[in-house]
């Protein structure tokens, strides 16, 4: 008999057989309450039926066309319509399939452009599980021990996180860009640093918002030295934080802006977006996949794009992220061991510290599981697990926000 690698560690108890909306259910018909979103990828919801419609017509015309082989008009029209929603100046894109491949291409493509080795990341920055990806990834050591030696000439510097170090977001900020400097300075070199990755919110890494302070002073240091700046918008775009990419809540300016997730309401597609005359210094033939912006993936996030713009999904989230939001620290008001409740949108974390201020992984786990058999299904995230984060699809209504936070609190 076969099994599932025991790699594989499912979070929640549910066997699903079907979805709609924010719900999901199983074979004797039982409704859970996803507020997890696939992770934060089922932007417009389980099976909504525009997205439906739009793959399964799709399927039935083109399923595979090779984007270096033959092109496909789903994927023209695709590059057309983000073109409206990315950031200006931004306007040539690569597509692969997953947030991983979506990063690596990024990484790529600034060594290219910038004949540079190395790369400075920030704690507790979560950007895939391939070895490269791995190699920048510091929100868990399960990410990283075990399979060394990771990638050369990454280094890691302190993203601005009020909580963990016991200041205010000014003082965590200005301490994070002066050990910038000295990481730049002793460690990296500056003529020898290709980018920066840096996600404008930590999502694996317990979803700590930056500041506009910080990427400000990123975007300094980047044009100063000829560095690039890379957003990794994997977990916060397309939406998901009230504003279509989480940079603008922060006037980030990026040169590279990587997104999939909510790109395709769950069918897997990624890319990376910059301006023609960074493109154009990768090499012909450097980037590619056989798979990467398959036809159907193409025309379900036509269809994403479709539902985000006619049913104000952006909108939709800020409203429903700040009534739960609003819930979530009643709750906590009322519970000594919720230290925290943060994020934007519909992005928001629980942190859970023990009466010595620890980072307390065991509760957060505990509630998590509790809110799974009331039939709310959560995720944890952060360094030590300590964080349970609400992400639902941007559809959620605000009779569903009400029904979560009611089982929130029967279950912390
Ligand atoms: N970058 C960020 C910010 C992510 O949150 C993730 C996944 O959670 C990734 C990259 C990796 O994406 P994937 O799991 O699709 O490879």
């Given at each position: 008999m076969a099994e599932l690698s025991a790699t594989l560690k499912q979070a929640t108890p549910v066997v699903a057989t079907r979805g709609e909306g924010v719900n999901l259910y199983d074979a004797q018909d039982n409704r859970y309450l996803d507020f997890t979103a696939g992770i934060g990828v089922t932007s417009t919801g389980h099976c909504h039926p525009r997205v439906v419609a739009a793959a399964q017509e799709q399927v039935g015309k083109l399923i595979h066309g090779q984007y270096t082989t033959i092109m496909h008009q789903p994927l023209l029209t695709l590059v057309e319509r983000l073109g409206e929603v990315l950031p200006q100046g931004l306007d040539r894109l690569f597509f692969a399939n997953s947030g991983s491949e979506a990063v690596e291409a990024a990484l790529r493509l600034a060594r290219q452009a910038t004949g540079r080795p190395n790369m400075i990341v920030f704690h507790g920055g979560f950007h895939g599980r391939t070895v490269a990806t791995a190699s920048m990834t510091?929100?868990?050591t399960k990410y990283r021990?075990?399979?060394?030696p990771l990638m050369a000439g990454v280094q890691v510097s302190p993203f601005p996180d009020p909580l963990h170090y016991g200041w205010s977001q000014e003082e965590a900020t200005r301490f994070a860009l002066r050990e910038l400097d000295y990481t730049l300075q002793t460690l990296a070199q500056p003529n020898d640093t290709a980018a920066f990755l840096v996600e404008p919110i930590l999502g694996e890494g317990g979803y700590v918002p930056g500041s506009t302070e910080f990427f400000a002073g990123l975007r300094e240091r980047a044009d100063k030295h000829g560095i690039l700046l890379i957003a990794d918008e994997v977990q916060t775009g397309f939406g998901r934080t009230g504003k279509f990419w989480a940079g603008e809540h922060f006037d980030m300016s990026a040169d590279i802006l990587i997104t999939a997730k909510g790109l395709a309401s769950g069918f897997p597609l990624s890319g990376i977006a910059a301006s023609s005359a960074l493109m154009e210094k990768a090499w012909p033939g450097s980037q590619g996949g056989t798979y990467g912006a398959n036809a159907v993936a193409c025309a379900a996030a036509i269809a994403t794009l479709d539902v985000i713009q006619d049913e104000g999904l952006v909108d939709n989230a800020a409203q429903r992220g700040a009534q739960l939001k609003d819930g979530l620290q009643q709750v906590a008001d009322k519970h000594?061991?919720?230290a925290e409740v943060r994020g934007l949108g519909l992005l928001i974390g629980n942190e859970f510290r023990d009466k010595d201020g620890n980072p307390d992984g065991a509760t957060a786990a505990k509630v998590q599981q509790e809110a799974a058999r009331r039939g709310l299904l959560l995720l944890t995230c952060g360094p030590w697990g300590q964080v349970v984060r609400f992400i639902p699809?941007?559809?959620?209504s605000e009779q569903e926000v009400d029904e979560a936070t009611a089982l929130w609190a029967e279950s912390v």
């Open positions: 510091t929100s868990g021990s075990g399979f060394s000594d061991e919720i699809a941007l559809v959620v």
